[in-house]
């Protein structure tokens, strides 16, 4: 008989491990996939630049996945080694702040990096998994970073797709751009999933709006949406930014796709937690999202624990695999799998 943990999650014969665990939002996805025999059953999460984040970061994983065996270490430091027993999928998503546009220092691609690169490399090595997944920004296939993962999945006969997709075309309510590679110890692509109709945050928030707190909205905020509502006087709702980007406060009708949630959003300039991040204006009411709003707009479900904390809820929130993203390339990998046996 299968043996269940707390969450429901089935240990059953087809062992996942992720490295760059972060609070467990991809994980997430993979107990759609416990009656299949998925588990998930090593997670890596540690950063040795901001260990005391990590850390709580690393509970939020332990208190969502308790039965998981977690390694509070940098991926770098793992001897993979003592992990070599027949996995199903490993799954990695480095840190992506050198690659990303948000990143204004302009810094490039960093020896931290490379380090990690090479770290994933020799995971896929020691651990040789049936499927390997990658996710990442989009500017991070052209780095030097993607090149030593890729090489090492071609040198070892792994059948490799990647592309640029945006989280909408599988569920998520919000515009995300990123690039997802899917490999299989092999000779015969998996393939990307099909992409779906997208949801937009007011769909995905409805149910919501009558439980938000009232909000005090900016200057910039109220005067951006002064002229707006000039130009669309009979539109009852606006999601609106909190932070303006270059003096521009960007709005989305209720049609639309939400922002792309950041971890930045819910940390003040002094890395403090913020009590505002996003609003909603509705029938002439200004309306505060919660962490918990925002993490609908990441699609992760409603029984996943959440810290009080925003900034480390938000840390957890923004830089997390969108759920539902991750559940259609698992969609993908199961429909491959069940083809071969």
């Known amino acids: ?63 969502n996945y308790p039965d998981t065996h977690l390694l509070r ?27 990303s546009n948000a990143n204004t220092s302009k810094g490039g691609e960093k020896e931290k990096d490379l380090t990690a690169a090479i770290a994933v490399a020799r995971a896929i090595r020691e651990m040789r998994p049936l499927y390997f997944t990658l996710e990442q920004v989009r500017g991070y296939v052209k780095s030097e970073s993607f090149s030593i993962i890729y090489n090492t999945l071609v040198e070892l006969e792994y059948a490799i797709c990647f592309d640029v997709v945006n989280a909408a075309s599988y569920s998520v309510p919000q515009d995300r751009e990123r690039m997802c590679l899917i490999a299989h110890r ?5 393939g990307m999933p099909v992409r779906q109709r997208p949801v937009s945050w007011m769909d995905a928030l409805a ?68 009590k505002s991040f996003l609003n909603i204006w509705y029938k002439g009411q200004w309306l505060d999202l919660s962490v918990r709003d925002c993490a609908i707009l990441q699609s992760i479900p409603d029984w996943y624990y959440l810290p009080p904390q925003s900034r ?9 695999v969108p759920t539902k993203l991750y559940e259609a390339i698992l969609g993908q990998i199961f429909k491959h799998y069940e083809s071969q046996n």
């Open 207 to 274: 149910h919501r709006i009558d439980y938000m707190n009232f909000a005090e909205p900016t200057v910039t905020q109220k005067q951006a949406l002064y002229e707006h509502r000039l130009l669309y006087p009979d539109t009852e709702a606006f999601l609106v930014q909190r932070l303006s980007i270059r003096d521009d406060v960007r709005i989305r009708h209720p049609y639309e796709l939400a922002p792309t949630i950041t971890c930045a959003i819910f940390t003040d300039s002094k890395g403090a937690n913020r």
């Open 312 to 320: 480390i809820a938000g840390a957890v929130v923004g830089n997390g």
């Open 73 to 99: 270490q940098p991926v770098e430091t793992v001897n993979f080694r003592n992990y070599y027993d027949n996995w199903f999928l490993l799954h990695a998503s480095p840190s992506c702040k050198s690659f």
């Open 1 to 63: 008989m299968k043996r269940k943990d707390i969450t429901g999650q089935v240990f059953g014969r087809l062992k996942a491990a992720v490295l760059f665990a972060g609070g467990g939002v991809l994980d997430a996805a993979m107990m759609k996939y416990a009656d299949k025999g998925l588990s998930v059953r090593l997670a890596v999460e540690g950063d040795p630049n901001d260990p005391q984040l990590s850390n709580a970061i690393a509970d939020v994983y332990s208190a």
């Open 186 to 190: 092999g000779n015969s692509l998996v």
